[in-house]
């Protein structure tokens, strides 16, 4: 099965509720610790997206040139 992807601002959103979730103590350690795991691979998908999106645009913008 494909890993379905997420949109950029859902991600953002989902990573939002993760800190709130953190700043208010809602959740205990070992809701703490899976959360966490979901963040870190939410911010890798995130970064990687901007990189992507970042070479496209300058690939564009070389090519007006």
Known sequence: MAKQEIKYEEAVAQ?????????TGELDLDSLAEELKKAQKLIKMCKDKLTKTDEEIKKMLEKEE
């Open 15 to 23: 990573l939002e509720a993760i800190v709130r979730r953190m700043e």
